[in-house]
């Protein structure tokens, strides 16, 4: 059977077996990490060995009204997030009110209570379901734990060109882009090309796994994923990808997806041979430029993590945390729970250690 199903909730295991209204939540969903194409992405070419995607719809009125895509493992149910998902939020249909909204997370809460322990990642802190899940699980019964889980760098660049733009940042990082643009531009065979079209793409994927294969890159997890996600975006004419050459070597590759005037880098990488010629920064600004001169972006996004370099580039962190929904009447959640005081105890032990 492709679902199973209660009073109020019903779970399928794949995209096709979604009623229309649920794969509505995910057309309609902002940005690309909930849209239909980023899971038909992650379920060909991100999935753990042995893992199922378990797609939680929730029921009202015989109306499907929330949807939260879920990884089921063999003893374990998590977000269906990846290394690659810079955020995960619980999808509510538009216009629903408060007692809505929190009874259909109250529901969701139910069917985690059955799992001693779901983790959910990769959630916003701004997220406006976050309170709704956080009431509906307590309402549930369940305990919830948070952590936090990583950084994102982000800036509003509304109605800004380049130069603006590169006034704001920072002054040694605006000289260190000025310098090194005036040094790339008098390179006789450097090149920058921006392919964005489908039939560019055999270009694009032989260019990334080119430069990755030569970057200081740890390999991939899921080493088909990066160029099965451009293909994607670049039919979904989101796709803005990045290439600087010096004569026939792709050096620097960054992979852009531009949505709704969003702009966010998901990967990128350079060939430290070239390292001298500073070819992230190098490619970098020329994205920023571009996208800012003629894509007219109006936020730029700098993914997953808190890597130094982005602080100049974007001003603005947003934090992504993680949640633990913990049913402490199962012997799972009871364990967990007492996992987590003895770590607590620990920690304050430390802490007490370390100023005595």
């Not at 399928?12 to 899971?39: K, N």
């Not at 977000?79 to 408060?98: E, H, Q, R, V």
């Not at 199962?330 to 003895?342: D, I």
Request: with cysteine.
């Amino acid at each position: 059977m492709p679902f199973t199903s209660c009073a109020d909730l019903q779970v399928v295991t794949t995209l096709e077996h979604l009623p229309p209204e649920a794969l509505a939540l995910l057309d309609d969903a902002p940005g690309i990490f909930a849209s239909r194409s980023w899971w038909q992405v992650v379920l060909a070419h991100a999935m753990p060995a042995g893992a199922t995607p378990a797609f939680v719809q929730i029921r009202s009125a015989g109306r499907v009204v929330a949807l939260l895509p879920l990884l089921r493992t063999a003893n374990r149910l998590t977000s269906l997030t990846t290394p690659y998902s810079c955020d995960y939020t619980p999808l509510l249909a538009a216009g629903l009110d408060p007692p809505a909204r929190l009874a259909a997370m109250t529901a969701f809460a139910r069917f985690c209570r059955g799992h001693g322990m779901v983790r959910l990642d990769a959630l916003p802190v701004e997220c406006s379901a976050l309170e709704d899940l956080r009431a509906g699980a307590r309402q549930a019964g369940l305990r919830v734990l948070h952590f936090e889980h990583f950084g994102n760098w982000q800036e509003e660049v509304k109605g800004l060109d380049w130069s603006t733009y590169l006034h704001r940042r920072p002054g040694a990082l605006r000289e260190t882009i000025r310098r090194r643009l005036r040094r790339a531009e008098k390179l006789p065979d450097a090149r920058f090309d921006l392919l964005t079209e489908p039939d560019q793409l055999d270009i694009a994927a032989g260019a990334f796994e080119s430069v990755y294969r030569r970057s200081w890159k740890q390999p991939e997890p899921f080493p088909s994923f990066n160029v099965a996600l451009m293909r994607a975006m670049a039919t979904q004419r989101t796709l803005r990808f990045g290439l600087w050459s010096i004569g026939a070597d792709p050096v620097a590759v960054q992979i852009w997806v531009l949505k709704d005037g969003h702009a966010i880098v998901l990967k990128l990488a350079h060939d430290e041979a070239f390292k001298a010629h500073s070819p992230g920064t190098v490619l970098t600004a020329l994205m920023l430029r571009h996208l800012l001169d003629h894509d007219h972006a109006e936020h730029i996004d700098f993914g997953r993590g808190d890597d130094a370099y982005k602080q100049g580039w974007a001003t603005q962190r947003r934090r992504r945390i993680g949640l633990l929904l913990i049913n402490p009447r199962s012997a799972a959640g009871a364990a967990h729970l007492l996992r987590h005081a003895a770590g607590r105890l620990r920690d304050a032990l430390r802490r007490r250690t370390a100023t005595a």
